[in-house]
């Protein structure tokens, strides 16, 4: 039986259980993660937490909805159970009826019904680390091994000494300012995210500039299980043709590699972002986007004709 559970009513411990016997558990479905990126989320539960919904709120204009948070790729059904469609379904029917509009991201393991639900298929960029560096390096694209050589004659270097903070302003006065998608909370969150992680040694935070100035480019990577996720980055758009991102994510690469570790770049459905990964040897995964409008047939025209309003 599938139960509704208020924030207050979740067991965390017992979540947490699911969350480690899911043979697709992911960190974003962390209790500790969801409580940073969306405080008060709620949850569909399925039996004794043998299955579980997180259910990542937000509310405007007194309308209650679920949206996607900032940070976090990958959402949707976890299960120690094998997944089926029919189960998929299942949870996205027991969604309450106080929640009028979802548009939410499930897992790779998540198969929607399109004849149900309006879904998406987003992608996502991966690879797998387990061969030697070298093997891997020889998929490098001619033009990744030219800015990792030019990083290198340009006297870059791969640094360990850089915070978040510094990570989160090289965003913030580059792509951040130019893009203005992120709120101030946004940063914070990103900021508490990065800093609870390295604090629990589950993850890495670099960055690549020349001599003492301050980093060209910076990435963290948020350590999941057998994977590393490439979860915030910058770069600074004066210098960003210097090579440096080229030279840090290939860094990372050498240092993890012959593991059975998969590099996880959080990203790509932007064709660019998408090239961009492939030249390291990045193959393409999907996960599904899923949207559900339960307002009446007259709000949904209005609410269009508005965002078409809205966007001119």
Not at 8 to 33: F, M, Q
Not at 181 to 187: A, E, T
Not at 197 to 223: Q, Y
Not at 225 to 247: E, H, P, Q, V, Y
Request: with cysteine.
């Amino acid at each position: 039986m599938i139960r509704y559970l208020r924030h207050t009513e979740i067991d965390t411990e017992k979540w947490d259980r699911c969350i480690d016997r899911s043979v697709n558990g992911l960190i974003y479905a962390r209790p500790w993660y969801l409580d940073t990126v969306s405080p008060g989320w709620e949850a569909l539960v399925e039996d004794d937490y043998a299955s579980v919904f997180p259910l990542t709120w937000a509310s405007r204009c007194g309308v209650r909805y679920l949206r996607q948070p900032f940070f976090t790729q990958q959402l949707g059904l976890f299960s120690e159970r094998p997944l089926s469609q029919e189960t998929v379904t299942a949870f996205l029917d027991a969604i309450p009826p106080r929640y009028r509009f979802a548009e939410i991201h499930l897992n790779s393991f998540n198969k929607v019904d399109a004849a149900r639900f309006s879904a998406e298929i987003r992608r996502n960029h991966e690879m797998e680390l387990v061969r030697n560096y070298d093997a891997i390096a020889a998929g490098y694209s001619q033009n990744t091994r030219r800015n990792i050589r030019k990083a290198t004659e340009n006297g870059l270097s791969v640094r360990r000494k850089i915070t978040p903070d510094e990570l989160v302003t090289l965003f913030r006065e580059n792509f951040g300012r130019k893009e203005r998608k992120l709120s101030y909370r946004d940063y914070v969150t990103i900021g508490d995210l990065m800093n609870r992680s390295l604090k629990n040694a589950s993850g890495i935070l670099m960055g690549a500039g020349a001599g003492e100035a301050p980093p060209d480019a910076g990435a963290f990577f948020l350590a999941d299980r057998n994977r590393f996720i490439f979860l915030f980055s910058a770069s600074n758009m004066k210098t960003r043709d210097n090579g440096a991102m080229f030279l840090l994510i290939d860094t990372f690469i050498r240092e993890h590699s012959g593991r059975a570790l998969i590099l996880d770049f959080e990203g790509g459905h932007d064709p660019n972002l998408g090239r961009f990964y492939k030249s390291f040897g990045a193959s393409e995964t999907g996960y599904p986007a899923v949207r559900i409008n339960r307002f009446p047939p007259f709000f949904k025209a209005g609410l269009s004709l508005y965002k078409k309003l809205k966007s001119r």
